[in-house]
């Protein structure tokens, strides 16, 4: 099991952009696939961007070309670039691998897009 903290969020105007961190515990990181997920009010999780550990990327169709994920084996650190950012990606957004079984959820990081 791997301890997950997200940090980053905050709230930022239509059209700004923030980065968020996930720093991951555990000598496995660099062998496993990670992800981004959030999760609105009153709406279910949902998976936003994957990144495997050969660093192959993938996004859900509402992200693509706005969001980068990327990834620091070395500080065992996975990164979610979002540009453009608008009211819909208002969330609280978390990391875990990209798949069952996932580590324990940590608190996440809220994302405010509002102006």
């Known amino acids: 099991q791997a301890h997950l903290e997200e940090s980053g969020g905050g709230l930022v105007q239509p059209g700004g952009s923030l980065r968020l961190s996930c720093a991951a515990s555990?000598?496995?990181?660099?062998?496993?696939?990670m992800a981004w997920f959030r999760q609105a009010p009153g709406k279910g999780r949902e998976l936003v961007a994957v990144i495997t550990s050969d660093f192959t990327t993938t996004y859900t169709e509402s992200v693509k070309g706005r969001f980068t994920i990327s990834r620091d084996n070395a500080k065992s650190t996975v990164y979610l670039q979002m540009n453009n950012l608008k009211p819909d990606d208002t969330a609280v957004y978390y990391c875990?691998?990209?798949?069952?079984?996932?580590?324990?959820w940590g608190q996440g990081t809220q994302v405010t897009v509002s102006s």
């Open positions: 875990n691998v990209d798949r069952d079984p996932y580590y324990a």
């Open positions: 555990g000598s496995i990181f660099s062998i496993i696939d």
